[in-house]
Nanobody
Framework: QVQLVESGGGLVQAGGSLRLSCAASGSIFSINAMGWYRQAPGKQRDFVARITSGGSRNYADSVRGRFTISRDNAKNTVYLQMNSLKPEDTAVYYC?????????WGQGTQVTVSS
């Protein structure tokens, strides 16, 4: 089993920056990849970014060039650096981990970008 805890959400003005953190605990050795998803009110949960155990990264087209996913293996933590934020980035951001036998989700952290 894996537990994921997100932090770093908040309220920022358009053009500002935030860094989200996701701390993983439990059976860390079973994680193959970790990523971020987001869900706005009334919308589906969408892929944002992912980093694999090998270090390769993938981004949604809507955030590529503005968001950067990274990891600190010593801290069992992944980060999402969000720059040049736009009001349309407003959503609950969820951390996701792809395990050997199942996927795991954090509780989510709210990001609100004001215009």
């Amino acid at each position: 089993q894996v537990q994921l805890v997100e932090s770093g959400g908040g309220l920022v003005q358009a053009g500002g920056s935030l860094r989200l953190s996701c701390a993983a605990s439990g059976s860390i050795f079973s994680i193959n990849a970790m990523g971020w998803y987001r869900q706005a009110p009334g919308k589906q949960r969408d892929f944002v970014a992912r980093i694999t155990s090998g270090g390769s990264r993938n981004y949604a087209d809507s955030v590529r060039g503005r968001f950067t996913i990274s990891r600190d293996n010593a801290k069992n933590t992944v980060y999402l650096q969000m720059n040049s934020l736009k009001p349309e980035d407003t959503a609950v951001y969820y951390c996701n981990a792809l395990g050997a036998w199942q996927d795991y989700w954090g509780q989510g952290t709210q990001v609100t970008v004001s215009s």
